[in-house]
């Protein structure tokens, strides 16, 4: 016999704007019994690929309790994954935070965070189009809260003693265009910054560099509750690859941007999102993404071998062999390890200000992980002097 969940389990791919969410429908589902929800991704082939994967572990685990799946993957794909047997029905993307889409009233929230860091998403949607992405397909055109509406959320996961807050969303950087009078994303994070003293770190999730408003760039130089870490939706490092995925930048305006940052804070640490293998990209244009790896010093690298989209101009577009593409990005992830352990191992010696997970580890401002004594509470923010490097663990 099978044992029915006492709680409904959301199992969330993909960003952290999912994640975010998976957190919200578990608090609207709290009290349901015998639910699973698999909040899916579709960013590449591969995402769709683990989401069914997903879908299939869960119902094997599963086998009595009802299946719901919602998320880009159940929005861009909606026949082939409702057509899957082990799937008894979809929520729309749209609608997957109202209550009314999964039948059930509004729950009470939880007395308690059940992350040391709390995901706030700020902005749904994106305007832009990028050759490789479907993600607009999924998600639709761009919507913001309001600043009184991000506030209220802060205030509720402050209340629930998160010690970090996290602002996610598609494309956070377009934050506040939809809204009456256009507020800049800088300004939300001043609004937040200035309400909440008692907030001790507030970090960005991935932002599109040329859109970094002049006040978000200042914070980013002066402000210490702000964290030094800066992920950026590069892409490519090379122009005409960038051309050809529709991007707004150069990588001309990547370089000088860190390069200003670092300039006024040294601490700042650099991540990326970095495609491999995308249509036409040649030998000389793989080099230019393996010498941004270094030019920009990334230490946090999200490597994805492009997969074309079906509906996509990318996908008409002339093809590199698969071999190449996973060579390139083998060589895409050699170069971000490279970075990372020379980083790592600069920060050996180094007081750094930890805030500790649930799993003996915890992550410094510039998101580093670092282990801890045994003892460390979650959510604690504790002093640690990082004595070495093991498998990329400060210890």
Known sequence: MNATLAEPQVISLGCR???AESERIRGILAGERDVVVVNSCAVTGEAVRQTRQAIRRARRAHPDARLLVTGCAAEIERAQIAAMPEVDGLVANSAKLDPRAWNTAPAARAETTLHTRAFVAVQNGCDHACTFCVIPQGRGPSRSLTIEQVLREVETHLAQNAAEVVLTGVDVTSWGTDLA?????GTLVLAILDRFPELRRLRMSSLDGVEIDPLLLELFASEPRLMPHLHLSLQHGHDLILKRMKRRHSRRDAVDLIANLRTRRRDLA????????????????????????????????????????????AARMPQVAHGEIKRRAAELRTAVAASRNAWLAALVGKPLEILAESDGTGYSPEFARVQLPSSTPRGAIVTVTPGTVDKGLLQ
């Open 270 to 313: 650099v991540g990326a999102d970095l495609i491999a293998g995308f249509p036409t990209e040649s030998e000389e244009h793989h080099a230019a993404n393996l010498s941004i790896v270094h030019e920009l010093g990334i230490v946090h690298g999200h490597v994805f071998p492009y997969s074309p989209r079906p509906g996509t101009p």
């Open 17 to 19: 704007l999912n994640l």
């Open 181 to 185: 009078d256009r507020p800049l994303l």
